[in-house]
């Protein structure tokens, strides 16, 4: 597909989002409608995904969410907001004996559509979060929009964003160098299976 045909533009070029308070952390900034983008058609079950032109090459977790456009609004019209999100996707570090890394290589990240969420419009949102600045998290954010067919009936466990993941989290404000972490919390809910 073309570069946003299907995702949202964001005002905010390369910068990141740094308040986790922000409702700029659903889609990113001047991404709050998708009047001006398309809506792609999917079936429970397809493979979707983000492609970025280069490797994030910061160190962190990635996730993909789903945000259940509610009543009243279609996946080009809502802004995101309520309780309305589950977590498809994560990938999280490689942890080793005396190693904690993160793949910063990456151009593509790809995951399947549940195929017992209820058929409908949907925001597929993209998260990398940077830990390279300890106690100072930074979010590159992306959301596509998608219009779900074939589905079933499940109700994943929702979340609100902001709010899925507290100030102050472990798993996003630890110290990724020293000590060399352990063991690692995946920032925000578990993966709806």
Request: glycine share 12%; aromatic share 12%.
């Amino acid at each position: 597909t073309d570069a946003y045909e299907y995702v949202r533009q964001n005002t905010n070029n390369n910068s990141p989002v740094e308040d986790v308070t922000s409702t700029d952390l659903r889609c990113n900034v001047g991404a709050s409608s998708g009047a001006g983008t398309s809506t792609y058609n999917v079936t429970a079950g397809d493979t979707v995904g983000f492609q970025s032109a280069q490797a994030v090459f910061h160190p962190g977790p990635f996730g993909m969410y789903l945000g259940k456009v509610p009543d009243g609004e279609t996946a080009a019209t809502w802004d995101g907001s309520g309780s309305n999100w589950f977590k498809i996707w994560e990938l999280g570090p490689d942890i080793e004996p005396g190693s904690f890394t993160f793949d910063t290589t990456m151009t593509q990240w790809t995951t399947a559509i549940p195929k017992t969420i209820q058929s409908g419009d949907y925001l597929l949102r993209m998260e990398h979060i940077g830990l390279h600045s300890t106690g100072d998290p930074q979010w590159y954010i992306s959301c596509a929009q998608l219009a779900v067919s074939g589905g079933g009936s499940a109700s994943p466990a929702t979340v609100e964003i902001p709010g899925y993941i507290a100030a102050g989290d472990e798993s996003i404000e630890i110290n990724i160098y020293y000590p060399i972490p352990t063991s690692y919390d995946m920032p925000g809910p578990a993966v709806f299976t």
